[in-house]
T-cell receptor, first 114, second 114 residues
Framework: AQKITQTQPGMFVQEKEAVTLDCTYDTSDQSYGLFWYKQPSSGEMIFLIY??????QNATEGRYSLNFQKARKSANLVISASQLGDSAMYFC???????????FGKGTRLHILP | EAQVTQNPRYLITVTGKKLTVTCSQN?????MSWYRQDPGLGLRQIYYSMNVEVTDKGDVPEGYKVSRKEKRNFPLILESPSPNQTSLYFC?????????????FGPGTRLTVT
């Protein structure tokens, strides 16, 4: 079974609109971390945001926020006021507390339309 | 400048010819990791290391070896490459423990095995 599921292979969004990229995870650990990375067409991997399983508030970093719903095991990335430069592949990932492995989802390719 | 370097960036080789992809970081990070990225599969962890002389298997370790003799270096070795190891490879590093989520990625190595 997949531990990280990103159900949207691709999305098209109008510039300046908010975007939600879905991510659900599967773990039996109480301690874990969830994070998002961005990969532009140039290929580099850029860390965006992190949420710890014990964090009570949703993480925010500038225009990025992580909508963490623990009971539903979801960790959706929200990008406010999207920009053309947000067009990229986005990966959700998880690190389980009892393990140092990091597991990535298959990614969502986001296209921002002018 | 804090960075992770990988060499070579591009490599075309033939089946069975041993090769090494080097990875080096200058941030004194304990955690280092290798991933491969294939279309539609996201990033999959090959091996990771929590510190010098400590290495562990990720999700797809078959056909790969690693070593961690120095903190800054984490080479990936393909003893007998096969065409199914054609992929984009990323090295990454991070602080240990709970901070391991914010990985710094190298620029990637595109490997083609014919």
């Amino acid at each position: 079974a997949q531990k990280i599921t990103q159900t949207q292979p691709g999305m098209f969004v109008q510039e300046k609109e908010a975007v939600t990229l879905d991510c659900t995870y599967d773990t039996s650990d109480q301690s874990y971390g969830l994070f998002w990375y961005k990969q532009p067409s140039s290929g580099e991997m850029i860390f965006l945001i992190y949420q710890g399983s014990y964090d009570e508030q949703n993480a925010t970093e500038g225009r990025y926020s992580l909508n963490f719903q623990k009971a539903r095991k979801s960790a959706n990335l929200v990008i406010s006021a999207s920009q053309l430069g947000d067009s990229a592949m986005y990966f959700c990932a998880m690190r389980e507390g009892g393990d140092d492995k990091i597991i990535f989802g298959k990614g969502t390719r986001l296209h921002i339309l002018p | 400048e804090a960075q992770v370097t990988q060499n070579p960036r591009y490599l075309i080789t033939v089946t069975g010819k041993k090769l090494t992809v080097t990875c080096s970081q200058n941030m004194n990070h304990e955690y280092m990791s290798w991933y491969r990225q294939d279309p539609g599969l996201g990033l999959r962890q090959i091996y990771y290391s929590m510190n010098v002389e400590v290495t562990d298997k990720g999700d797809v370790p078959e056909g790969y070896k690693v070593s961690r003799k120095e903190k800054r270096n984490f080479p990936l070795i393909l003893e007998s490459p096969s065409p199914n190891q054609t992929s984009l490879y990323f090295c990454a590093s991070a602080l240990a423990g709970a901070n391991a989520y914010e990985q710094y990625f190298g620029p990637g190595t595109r490997l083609t095995v014919t």
